[in-house]
């Protein structure tokens, strides 16, 4: 995967690096403590069904090439009540049971052992630990990590010759001054900045396959720390324009930028102005 912070115009110096990278376990637990909740609760589900009641186990014995099904009502009977053909669909029911059972118990000692994991880990304390510290002694100190207070202040710190505005290009403004080149831009600008994602405006890089370009916005994942790539293409009803488009993210595929990895894209048409709530939801998904 493409990594901006490699790029001929975004280049770190070899101290902005964190000897430890950002740590996305606690994410990904949360994620699976959800998913897990939900296979729980599906399982549970089908356990209350009516096809799920009935009694006892299954043991399939084995009698060559040739299986037979056996209902076991009770730990002490061993041999169980023979299941013929034409009533398949107990054995069937029997199967279906005993593997939901035994799955249900293993998803909730899972579950607990996530649950007890999360209730202890907590891998801002490297930070945390470092924040506290005295200005004077952190001035002497190398960390393993920096701030992302620190990383952000050092990310934008990076010089980069922006696009030229052209004399006859129409006039917006962000609200912190930032010239851009349309409404949308505005919207997605302010708030970027609304939302405390550091951002770059038409930051050039290299990709292959379309050259040096400049993106729209060049963000930056604090959470992640990697660098996103955000175009918004908002004249998707010219014919032209949404060929070249639709060329230009090719392009980024090919050289490995993907959606929603390294990759985001907004769009409007005429008909379908870009909303705030779109900025808000794309921030929220893939920026932080």
């Avoid at 902005?16 to 699976?32: G, H, I, M, S, T």
Wanted: some cysteine; hydrophobic content about 35%; aromatic content about 10%.
């Amino acid at each position: 995967m493409p990594d901006l912070q490699k790029g001929d115009s975004t280049d770190f110096s070899e101290d902005v690096f964190d000897v430890l990278p950002a740590d996305n376990l606690k994410y990904a637990l949360q994620e699976r403590l959800t998913q897990l909740k939900s296979a729980i609760s599906f399982i549970e589900a089908r356990l209350a069904q009516g096809s799920h009641k009935v009694e006892g186990r299954l043991r399939i014995d084995m009698n060559g090439p040739y299986a037979r099904y056996f209902r076991v009502r009770s730990s002490d009977d061993f041999k169980g009540e023979y299941i013929p053909k034409k009533k398949r669909s107990i054995a069937q029911a029997l199967a279906q049971k005993d593997y939901d059972e035994n799955v249900l118990a293993i998803l909730q000692e899972q579950l607990s052992q996530v649950e007890q994991f999360l209730d202890f880990y907590n891998p801002a304390q490297v930070d945390d630990y470092y924040e506290r510290l005295h200005p004077n002694r952190c001035s002497m100190i190398r960390p393993v990590r920096l701030s992302n207070e620190e990383f952000a202040r050092r990310w934008l710190a990076i010089p980069y010759d922006p696009k030229p505005f052209a004399a006859t290009d129409l006039e917006y403004y962000a609200s912190n001054g930032l010239r851009v080149r349309s409404k949308s831009e505005v919207i997605i600008a302010d708030t970027l900045t609304h939302m405390g994602v550091p951002f770059k405006y038409e930051c050039p890089c290299k990709i292959r396959g379309l050259g040096k370009i400049h993106p729209d916005f060049t963000c930056l994942n604090l959470r992640s720390r990697k660098t996103i790539l955000w175009e918004h293409l908002g004249m998707m009803d010219s014919p032209d324009y949404s060929s070249r488009a639709a060329k230009r993210i090719n392009s980024y595929n090919a050289a490995g930028y993907n959606f929603g990895a390294n990759l985001v894209a907004t769009f409007e048409t005429a008909e379908k102005p870009l909303s705030a709530k779109t900025v808000v939801q794309t921030i929220e998904r893939f920026l932080m």
